[in-house]
């Protein structure tokens, strides 16, 4: 879903360099056409540094560090509600390829299935009474 990637750190994709194909299509889906093509050809990885500022990693960190930014982030993420996470991973993974319209309605159908669950309820509740919410994952 995102890379966190420590300094230092090369990634790349090297089906041609071993004769396969493969990968082309999710590496474009994180940085622009030249330089996918440019790593998708050559077989040459791209520095983090370098692939952070074109928003293919979220963050690039001290190798020392790594391991707690990727706790941080999941603690992030697991503040909210088992059951949004759920619906919002199906959304993101459903609308991907959708044009806009149609994204746009399935989130929207979405919205109205996550109302049925406790958690969406309570959510509503806490932002109101402004206080954090206590979630059950029902």
Same mark, same amino acid.
């Given at each position: 879903d995102f890379v966190v990637a420590?300094?230092?750190a090369k990634l790349g994709v090297t089906e041609i360099a071993v004769g396969v194909?493969?990968? !082309? =299509?999710h590496l474009s889906r994180l940085v622009?056409?030249?330089?996918?093509?440019?790593?998708?050809f050559s077989g040459e990885p791209?520095?983090?540094?370098?692939?952070?500022?074109?928003?293919?990693?979220v963050a690039v960190v001290p190798p020392d560090e790594l391991l707690a930014d990727a706790r941080r982030r999941a603690?992030?993420?697991?503040?909210?509600?088992?059951v949004a996470i759920?619906? !919002? =991973?199906?959304?993101?993974n459903q609308i991907e390829f959708m044009d806009l319209k149609s994204g746009y309605q399935f989130e929207q159908g979405l919205s109205g299935e996550l109302a049925a669950y406790e958690d969406s309820k309570e959510?509503?509740?806490?932002?109101?009474?402004?206080?954090?919410p206590?979630?059950?994952?029902?």
């Open positions: 420590a300094e230092g194909m493969g990968a !082309a =299509k622009p056409q030249p330089q996918m093509r440019w790593m998708f791209a520095r983090a540094e370098d692939l952070v500022g074109l928003g293919a990693l603690q992030t993420i697991a503040k909210h509600s088992p759920r619906f !919002a =991973k199906r959304s993101l959510a509503q509740r806490a932002f109101f009474e402004r206080r954090e206590v979630y059950t994952g029902r």
